[in-house]
């Protein structure tokens, strides 16, 4: 037999095996979709419908006419309006809104006299957000009939703008805290993705299946170590990025640690899911990539999440980075209770009794 025909018996084997491992043949094609599909489709850098709150203390027409300007430049998405600047701050806080735009008492005596005419409340801990809101600081606005007539020019802005939690617009503050759920999504989801594998392929499954420990104990057992791995590597984190990019830490350290561990509860539950499903340790690792960059792509770490089309928001929602990116950012940076957080918190828990609960299902079905 030639040379040549050894090396095509060679691939023909490997041929033949690929399209038997149907998780690799899937990975091979469903990768470079899901790719194609978020970088084409769902990123999208230009900051749209931002959700803001308005302030109207002045009641007037003026008010009104100059925030249906604002609508229509769709930078921002109008969801609420509130009755005075503290309640406004509260929402900033709590992530409902990124920023409130707040008309003063006296709109039409500073309109008269050339003064700015209302205030921008800006949640800047989002440098892309801060920026696209800063840009409407200098926009044109034309004013209401029966009053001074024309437009303000760039030089002089129509609105005044407070930046909130970051007024040095300074990226490594909006960064460092997100990129802790961008590594913990990595390594909890690696880490444990790879652990019924492994078991299974050093033939240690057959004797953890003759003890008496039962699926569910298991399962959690399998768990804890990792769950000290994550606080040890979100220490790191945020303790370098205190120290070396001095990002300030507004919260307590209470609410910081509750939000880490349910989302490292539901990365490890997630991770083990999928050793379930997958058949080797490469297996675990290509399924685990394949959630990693939609998290990346998606949660809001590179993206406003806001900014995104609707059915890529759908399936931001699904992830655990996208809530864990809200929660760390608002603990952290915005100084936010869990309460006022519940909604992503609950999601988290949730998430991570289900997925425990379906690993522990299949687990138990591996067993039979």
Known sequence: ????????????????????????????????????????YAIN??????????????????????TEQVRVTQVVDIRTHYHTPREAEA?????TVRAALVFPENLAQRAAGGEPLAQWLVDGSDTIVGSA????????????????????????????VALFF???????????????????????????????????????LELLITTPVHSLEIMIGKLVPYVFVGLIQITIILGLGMT????????????????????????????????TIAKTQMQAMQ?????????ILLSGF?????????????????????HFMRLIRGVFLRGAEVSQLQGDMIWLLGFTAIMLAIATLRFRKTLD
């Open 91 to 95: 929402a900033i806080v709590a992530g």
């Open 1 to 40: 037999m030639s040379s040549l025909h050894r090396i095509w018996a060679v691939t023909a084997k490997e041929l033949k095996q690929l399209s038997r491992d149907r998780v690799t043949f899937g990975m091979v094609v469903m990768i470079p979709l899901i790719q194609l599909l978020l970088f084409g």
């Open 244 to 275: 070396i990019f001095q990002v300030p830490f507004n919260g307590t350290l209470g609410n910081l640690v509750a939000v880490t561990l349910a989302f490292i509860g539901a990365s490890l539950t997630l991770g083990l899911l999928i050793s």
């Open 133 to 160: 809101l800063l840009a409407l600081r200098t926009m044109p606005v034309h004013l209401a009939a029966g009053g001074p007539r024309g437009a303000y020019s760039a030089a002089s802005p129509s609105f005044e």
């Open 166 to 204: 970051n007024p040095e617009r300074r990226s490594e503050v909006n960064v460092v805290p997100g990129l802790t759920a961008i590594i913990l999504t990595m390594t909890m989801i690696l880490f444990t993705s790879a652990a019924l594998v492994r078991e299974r392929e050093r033939g240690n």
């Open 302 to 322: 590179m993206f406003p999440y806001d900014a995104m089309p609707r059915p890529a928001q759908y399936i931001a929602e699904v992830l655990p980075a996208t």
């Open 287 to 295: 399924m685990t990539v394949f959630i990693l960059m939609p998290s």
């Open 45 to 66: 850098t230009e900051v749209r419908n931002i959700p803001i709150a308005v302030v109207d203390l002045s009641g007037s027409a003026l008010a009104r006419a100059l």
